[in-house]
């Protein structure tokens, strides 16, 4: 197919590239969709638009690798509304294809028929803190739930995303450890430091960290002295024993960890001096009654 | 729930623990160590090894990444900018940061089930509010990007249930019919197709909705009539090695005048 757009991209795609025209569809944002015959107002049709580009990077001509490679990658540059952005996204992509899937393609076509992680990974949505980069997970190998300040809801607080994904990962794929990492100057545990005793809830910043509220107590009993900075410290790490006390709320997480089948394991990541420490919940360890204390075991601090 | 004691609060990692009072346990536990090199603590065992995993991959990027760039890493400490938005799937075939290269400090990714953005409702869903409100209000990072990928479990799970007459999952089956708009397109346009066909189809139908739901926050509106924000989607087609962008816009046709 034709590439109609002018750009270099599309010239150096030629054959391999379906850059469509714009489409214009009518569609509606809110509201049940109007039919021809109820619409009043006419001229407030509201239109959205779906431009496509394809990268069929599997099927580019020889010598394309060796174009992308010479050219010159300066991105946001393009004058069209989004293209210096795609062109971004398919150069990245591209690298992604070149580097690891065409080398190891069995692999790859293996984890096309089905995944089987050793690892569920719940980590912040911080962009400093991907697990697959500081600790090297390959495609395959970490299951894993990224939501602010890496918070774990109880069982008792009802459906949500993070225990939809709890859910799937401990009863369909059956992983073996559940891994819980903070870190570092987190705004989300800053924000829970931060927030006031009685507060008008219409954040949903707020209606979200308040799940780590215990953490937040223990912390301002324990580290009152310490300076504001020191406490959000402190909370980043009870924050994870926090949410690792959460996960045994869950009938099925409590059962397997109980068989020894899975394990629950806390995280740290310190980007200021690049230091990780990990522990693990030692379950048969922890005294289970009321006020019973948390033990950990195999704690290791990597620096 | 169980209180934690500040004694056992792990406190920079740097105290050893005293296993010695666990005696049940002394004869599985290694010593814990603090402040070791890394070469030191690579156990032999040929079999999986979860705690020798996250040591090569923690040192890799230690001795790799981090130290040669320390400066950069520096200046990322003081506070993030990135660029994009991600909302990916929790799948482990699809982590963001290995397909699109994203290194530290360039995207705010938010995983989950299916890769959904459910529409605005702090009671329900503040998770995935919070997440977009600390990104757009706080960040205010430029790009939002929705990412959907081949053989989704959590679009497969959409699409089956409750015709399929399974057992129902406490948890999966609320979370997906966020989607279910799409299942209903997807039916509708698509119902005489293969299963797998419907499959792929709702996959990507699924991001656009998504991407739709995002107008319903907002400071995502807000954003976006001052021309700061970018909405695009993507699929990712593990199967056959391919990558598609989909750019969302939203505008209004010049005026129609009734005569």
Not at chain 1, 251 to 258: D, F
Not at chain 2, 62 to 78: G, H, Q, S, T, V
């Amino acid at each position: 197919m034709a590439a109609p757009s002018p750009t270099p991209f599309s010239r150096l795609f030629n054959s391999s590239v379906d850059a469509r025209p714009t489409s214009l569809k009518t569609a509606t944002i809110l509201g049940p969709k109007l039919k021809s015959g109820e619409t009043e107002q006419a001229h407030l049709r509201l239109l959205t638009s779906f431009k496509h580009l394809k990268f069929k990077a599997s099927k580019e001509p020889p010598g394309l690798t060796q174009q992308l490679d010479n050219r010159k990658l300066e991105s946001l540059t393009e004058s069209e509304n989004g293209c210096d952005l795609f062109e971004d996204l398919k150069h990245r992509f591209l690298r992604f294809k070149r580097r690891k899937f065409k080398e190891n393609l069995d692999h790859f076509q293996n984890l096309a028929q089905g995944q089987a992680p050793k690892f569920m990974i719940i980590a912040c949505a911080d962009s400093r803190v991907c697990p697959s980069i500081i600790l090297g997970f390959q495609p395959g190998e970490a299951f894993m739930v990224r939501n602010v300040a890496n918070l774990v809801p109880t069982f008792e607080s009802g459906p949500s995303e993070t225990n939809a994904a709890l859910e799937f990962a401990v009863n369909s794929l059956k992983v073996e450890n559940i891994l819980v990492i903070g870190h570092s100057c987190c705004g989300g545990i800053r924000a829970l430091m931060s927030m006031e005793d009685e507060v008008d809830s219409s954040s949903f910043i707020r209606s979200w960290v308040v799940v780590g509220k215990n953490a937040r107590l223990i912390t301002k009993s324990a580290a009152s002295n310490l300076s504001f900075d020191q406490q959000c410290r402190h909370c980043e790490k009870e924050s994870v024993n926090h949410s690792l006390l959460n996960l045994l709320t869950y009938p099925w997480i409590e059962e397997k960890v109980a068989e020894g089948v899975l394990s629950l394991h806390g995280g740290y990541y310190d980007f200021i001096d690049c230091t990780f420490e990990k522990w693990t919940l030692d379950y048969k360890a922890s005294n289970r009654e009321k006020n019973s204390r948390f033990a950990v075991k195999n704690q290791f601090y990597w620096c | 729930m169980a209180s934690l004691s500040l004694e056992e609060t792990v406190e920079g990692g740097k105290r050893l623990i005293n296993t010695s009072e666990n005696e049940d346990n002394s004869a599985k536990l290694e010593k814990p160590t603090a402040e070791l090199p890394l070469a030191d603590l690579i156990p032999s065992s040929s079999s999986f090894d979860p705690v020798q995993a996250i040591i090569e991959g923690f040192k890799d990027f230690k001795l790799n990444e981090f130290d040669p760039n320390r400066p950069c890493y520096d200046e990322l400490a003081k506070g993030q900018e990135p660029k994009f938005l991600v909302f990916a799937c929790s799948d482990s075939r699809v982590s963001p940061s290995t397909i699109l290269n994203f290194k530290p400090g360039e995207a705010f990714t938010v995983r989950n089930i299916a890769n959904m953005v459910p529409v605005f409702d702090q009671l329900k869903h503040s998770g995935t509010g919070a997440a977009i409100e600390y990104a757009i209000s706080v960040l205010e990072i430029p790009n939002i990007l929705v990412i959907g990928h081949s053989r989704c479990g959590g679009i497969e799970r959409l699409m089956s249930y409750p015709e399929d007459r399974s057992a129902p999952f406490d948890f999966i089956d609320d979370w997906v019919k966020i989607g279910l708009p799409a299942k209903l397109k997807v039916k509708a346009i698509w119902g005489n197709c293969s299963f797998d066909e419907q499959l792929k189809q709702c996959e990507k139908e699924s991001v656009k909705l998504s991407l739709t739901n995002l107008l319903t926050y907002p400071y995502v509106r807000k954003a976006i009539a001052k021309n700061a924000l970018k909405l695009m989607g993507g699929y990712y087609d593990f199967v056959d090695g391919k990558f598609e962008v989909v750019l969302f816009e939203t505008h209004f046709s010049p005026p129609i005048p009734a005569i």
